[in-house]
């Protein structure tokens, strides 16, 4: 069986179609400061440089909405063309003026009217439910209007770290809750005949992300949909970590013919996640026919790949987008990687950090950390190393340190949520402030940046203790 691709319906945004008729486009988010009208134009030119097709910036209030048309006009002033993304949670007002004046807005379902997630058990009755959906409704449809009115396309952005409440009622922390999410917001599309929706449905956990996508084209089907799907696995992380993550989770979908445009999110320089998320486009049929033959010669549950890559990127992301799904789908639970031009240790190193991005065998410690965007509230790549190594150090005379998950996130947005499958997190508070979290609780708050580190470290070692 070779490779096809999931028939969708088109979406124009600002000129770029989106859709199985139109290439797969790759796509990236700027971490400036939306106020800062040059530092976010100089950086939407680098991605768009290095073959970016989408760019989308952060507009948390009114002032970063309203200065999106002067990173705008600065850009086709100067020749780019590329269209312009508002990224918006917690104000739904924002989403309206940024349809204004953006080709494109993102809405996270989980916060567009329902209030911020308090990670309480909360009860609704049938008719507070019905309640709230008809908040939504009331909420979402003169936003649908707008964007009619100047030919605006949509993101539906599901997250599963910003689940409402509402939703956590009924269907708990499950890829059916987050498809549900979604699917709320796309009835009304369809009811208000507004079809110029791209659908995002992520998670920092491959196997969530890949098994709720899997589920929402499911329930699209069953309901008469087509809409076309951004895909990305969130807070993947930096370095080879999240590339490899990316591979797993963004490769297992693009081989089965799922996925119309792509962000690689890495903690690291924004234009960095370009040329990652090319490779795996331009991989896909290749990736696809290798895997039906690999999937069937798995021997006692062992999958062994032969890949003659001589770049050790191209390996990293063949490998893993190869056999990603295969561990995902837990067909087997060893790996053998065969290449004649890297040493065994390597290739084993390559394979232990394929089974732990599908979260099969953890043999080191995992940073579940978020891209960095203009919310972001300290030096996120900085405070990476610094983590890394005081974690690195430990890990020498405490074993314990040495597959511990950590979350490092800039700021609350997705923060807790996406920290959920993580021991520890650390997450940008305001200004020079940090918060620290065990798991999804909050167990120190507003600690100033400059201890903040330590005080983690010191943390999790007395924990560990106890």
Not at 316 to 331: E, H, R, S
Request: hydrophobic share 40%.
């Amino acid at each position: 069986m070779g490779y096809q691709r999931r028939k969708t319906t088109d979406v124009d945004v600002g000129g770029v179609m989106i859709g199985s008729n139109y290439p797969i486009r790759v796509q990236s988010m700027a971490n400036t400061s939306t106020m800062d009208t040059a530092g976010s134009v100089a950086q939407t030119k680098r991605i768009v440089d290095v073959g970016g097709e989408i760019v989308r910036l952060t507009t948390q209030g009114q002032r970063e909405a309203l200065n999106m048309k002067n990173i705008s006009d600065a850009l086709r002033t100067d020749g780019y063309t590329v269209p312009l993304v508002a990224d918006v949670h917690f104000n739904a007002a924002v989403a309206d003026t940024a349809a204004t004046i953006c080709e494109k807005v993102r809405i996270n379902p989980g916060n567009y009217v329902d209030p911020a997630r308090t990670f309480k058990k909360l009860e609704y009755t049938d008719a507070e439910y019905a309640d709230e959906i008809k908040k939504i409704d009331e909420r979402f449809v003169p936003f649908l209007n707008i964007c009619k009115e100047h030919h605006t396309a949509i993101r539906i952005g599901v997250n599963h770290g910003s689940l409402s409440d509402r939703i956590m009622s009924r269907y708990g922390d499950t890829p059916a809750g987050m498809v549900e999410s979604c699917m709320e917001f796309l009835r009304i599309c369809v009811r208000e005949d507004f079809s110029n929706v791209v659908i995002s449905i992520k998670a920092s956990n491959t196997v969530v992300m890949v098994r709720t996508v899997r589920l929402l084209v499911e329930q699209m089907e069953k309901e008469g949909m087509a809409f076309p799907l951004h895909l990305g696995v969130t807070e993947a992380g930096e370095g080879e970590d999240g590339r490899i993550k990316s591979a797993v989770g963004i490769g297992a979908l693009l081989c089965e013919g799922i996925g119309d445009t792509i962000r690689v999110s890495l903690s690291e320089a924004p234009e960095r996640e370009i040329p990652v998320a090319r490779k795996l486009v331009d991989s896909i049929e290749e990736c696809a026919l290798m895997r039906e033959s690999v999937k069937a010669a798995i021997v006692d549950d062992t999958v062994t790949i032969e890949l003659h890559e001589k770049n050790w990127e191209d390996l990293q992301l063949k490998a893993a987008m190869t056999v990603g799904a295969l561990f995902i789908d837990q067909l087997a639970h060893r790996l053998v990687i065969k290449n004649s031009d890297f040493t065994e240790e390597k290739l084993t190193e390559l394979a232990d950090a394929i089974l732990q991005a599908a979260r099969i065998k953890f043999t080191k410690t995992e940073y579940i950390s978020c891209p960095g965007c203009g919310r972001t509230l300290y030096n996120l790549e900085e405070t990476i190393a610094k983590i890394r190594t005081a974690v690195s150090q430990r890990a020498v005379t405490d074993k314990r340190f040495a597959t511990l998950k950590i979350g490092i996130m800039g700021c609350i947005v997705n923060g807790p949520g996406e920290m959920a499958d993580a021991d520890y997190g650390y997450v940008g508070a305001g200004v020079g402030k940090v918060s620290l979290y065990k798991k999804k609780e909050c167990i120190e708050k507003n600690i100033p940046e400059a201890e903040a580190v330590q005080r983690l470290i010191e943390f999790i070692e007395n924990d560990l203790t106890r």
